[in-house]
């Protein structure tokens, strides 16, 4: 199993996407290596020990950041956390 952090919600300008984030995966700098992790599941635990289960999407970037999207929004204190990705 792997972890990652999430790094921010997915954003525009004017809009941030609530159920979509993006994540950095440990030892994983680069586009070629992201990519092995697009369809894979990801596990955020809260402090009281609810999981909220999401899927990797695709890939963010050419610095190996992948999108995850979750089933529901994540509290802003999910952010700089750590994931599991299995």
Same mark, same amino acid.
């Given at each position: ?24 995966? #440990? ?8 990519? $092995?992790? =697009? @369809? /894979? #599941? ?8 609810? $999981?909220? =289960? @999401? /899927? ?10 992948v999108r ?13 956390t750590k994931?599991?990705?299995?």
């Open positions: 199993m792997t972890t990652g952090k999430i790094i921010q919600f997915r954003r525009g300008r004017h809009t941030i996407t609530n159920r979509h984030y993006l994540i950095e995966i #440990e030892n994983v700098d680069n586009k070629e290596k992201a990519e $092995k992790f =697009i @369809g /894979k #599941e990801v596990i955020w635990t809260s402090p009281a020990g609810k $999981k909220i =289960i @999401g /899927k990797i999407s695709g890939v963010h970037g050419n610095k190996g950041l995850a999207i979750f089933s529901i929004g994540l509290p802003g204190q999910a952010l700089t994931v599991e990705i299995k």
